[in-house]
């Protein structure tokens, strides 16, 4: 059971009136947002602060799935599959807004992997981890039909799931918010050093504002940054490398009909989605690329573009070129470093808790590795790891408990019940509030009774009180963060309308500083 609310509850304070955390988390991506989320429901105080925006990095750059890892098999890596495969079901129970079962098709070539060996893979994939909704799954000759190749004979189809990443990240930090945690993003955590029974940490604020809290606990869950924050902040050595491997993907006018996904083999043993994505496109990635550079500054090579574009046509029947390709993006995955893989596609995608403290020390506890999939158990272990530190955290609650906006029991039930609410609401608007924020769309959607009431109209359905509900509630304060992150109307919106869009923040931005 969740704790009272936080509003009950107090944050203890050092001396000079410095606030004392429970837990401080450093990294907004959806591990820290997901350990954020856990303590907070568990009744302890919490702060988060994140450099850049919420989900700014690795954590809006996946392939967008909620999966068991079906090519992990391969690698024997059985306990992370098995732990992906039951938080499935986990998730589309907790998130049905955002996260929804998905079809995924692939073809037998049989110079890759021969049939037999595809179809154990599956038997194993069914069979592994808890499965109650999800049907498994099935092959078939493709007889010529459908948008593959005619020289791919037959196919394999099995079940995972959709997720939309970046929301996964905003909703956990919504949820912890409305909990009782101080989120902060744009807010960097430049030193953390031990003082007695807490930790001393100093935040930098927009890089212009200088603060300090204490923390009774320490989380280092920065992704790509993890190993610079333990040497770098911490002031102490990183008990294992990461390495960094480039992921990119790009967006194309959809390239068939039907909601079903792609799983594409290629002859370097990595594989290919190609996914429906956002009504009208298809999503196609990812890479294996390793990276050298700053992580905020990643993007997608002419190298990684042309291979995604020569697996891909190596399969359908539409060839697609450069030209069709309207949106590219790239994320960074911090891995484990493992120097006995040359691979970066081999690398484990597992991860570990480190945690360091003595008897009588406040402890510091890092995340290395993860995927998108297991953040909610990651958190679970990561809150078990600090009990010794936090005897009074309430047990463990996040399985059974909706996400924030997820308290509702089908689309087409919500969808009703909105539409009768507000029947002024065009069909495409409703459907993606549904789909996006969930049972939060009453949050913006409470007193209006028609679209005047909503304000200024930016395109593809987006309104100034949309806009207006994303910068107060959900931290949203820039063009890429709403249109990519918080939504993905970059997507529907035209040159001329992002400008608009644009100029409407910049006013926004000067009413705030002019109060």
């Known amino acids: 059971m969740l704790k009272p609310h936080p509003e009950e509850r107090r944050i203890a304070h050092a001396g000079g009136q410095a606030p004392v955390y429970d837990v401080l988390v450093i990294g907004g991506g ?14 302890l105080s919490v702060l988060l602060c994140e450099q850049h925006d919420l989900a700014s990095h690795t954590s809006s750059a996946s392939s967008k799935l909620v999966h068991g890892g079906l090519r992990y098999l391969e690698h024997y890596e059985f306990r992370l599959v098995r732990e992906a495969l039951g938080e499935r079901e986990v998730l589309l129970e907790k998130a049905p807004h955002i996260i929804w079962p998905l079809r995924f098709v692939l073809p037998h070539r049989a110079h890759l992997r021969p049939r037999w060996m595809l179809r154990a893979g599956l038997f194993l994939y069914d069979h592994l981890g808890k499965r109650t909704t999800l049907p498994g799954s099935t092959g078939a000759p493709l007889n010529g039909q459908g948008p593959l190749n005619p020289q791919i004979e037959y196919a394999f189809e099995y079940s995972d799931c959709w997720a939309d990443d970046a929301r996964l990240v905003v909703l ?25 029974d807490r930790w001393q940490v100093e935040l930098l604020v927009d890089d212009d504002v200088s603060e300090t ?8 869950a920065a992704g790509p940054w993890a190993a610079r924050v333990m040497e770098r902040v911490v002031s102490t050595r990183s008990p294992y490398g990461v390495r960094l491997v480039q992921g990119s993907h790009i967006v194309v006018p959809e390239l068939y009909h039907g909601r079903q996904a792609y799983i594409l083999q290629n002859e370097d043993q990595r594989i290919v989605f190609v996914l429906p994505y956002e009504n009208g496109f298809s999503l196609i990635g990812t890479t294996d690329v390793d990276y050298q550079g700053d992580p905020a ?43 006995s893989q040359t691979d970066p596609s081999a690398v484990s995608r597992d991860y570990i808790l480190t945690l360091e403290g003595e008897k009588g020390q406040p402890p510091l506890l890092a995340v290395y590795g993860g995927k998108l999939t297991t953040y909610r158990r990651l958190a679970e272990a990561a809150m078990d790891k600090l009990k010794p530190w936090l005897s009074e955290a309430g047990p463990a609650w996040t399985a059974k408990h909706a996400l924030a906006g997820g308290d509702f029991v089908s689309h087409q039930a919500l969808a009703t019940e909105l539409r009768s609410e507000y029947p002024w609401l065009a069909e495409e608007q409703l459907d993606r509030y549904v789909h996006c924020y969930g049972t939060l769309s009453r949050v913006f959607l409470r007193g209006m009774r028609s679209q005047a009431d909503m304000g200024e109209q930016f395109g593809a359905g987006l309104t100034e009180r949309e806009i207006k509900y994303l910068r107060e509630r959900e931290w949203a304060r820039d063009l890429d963060a709403i249109l990519w992150r918080r939504t993905k109307l970059g997507l529907h919106l035209s040159e001329a309308q992002q400008a608009r869009l644009q100029e409407y923040l910049q006013e926004l931005a000067g009413e705030i500083l002019a109060v």
Do not use: W
Not at 213 to 220: E, G, K, Q
Not at 322 to 332: A, M
């Open 30 to 43: 959806v591990n820290g947002a997901g350990i954020a989320n856990d303590a907070a429901g568990r009744g």
């Open 297 to 339: 500054q990643v993007e997608p090579t002419e190298a990684e573009v042309e291979y995604l574009l020569q697996v891909v046509n190596g399969h359908f029947k539409r060839q697609l070129k450069q030209t069709d390709i309207v949106h590219r993006f790239s994320g960074v995955r911090p891995l484990i470093s493992d120097a």
């Open 172 to 196: 956990n930090a919504v949820q912890a918010a409305n909990l009782g945690a101080d989120i902060r993003p744009y807010t960097r955590c430049i030193s953390a050093r031990r003082e007695g």
């Open 213 to 220: 809290v204490y923390a009774r606990t320490l989380v280092n």
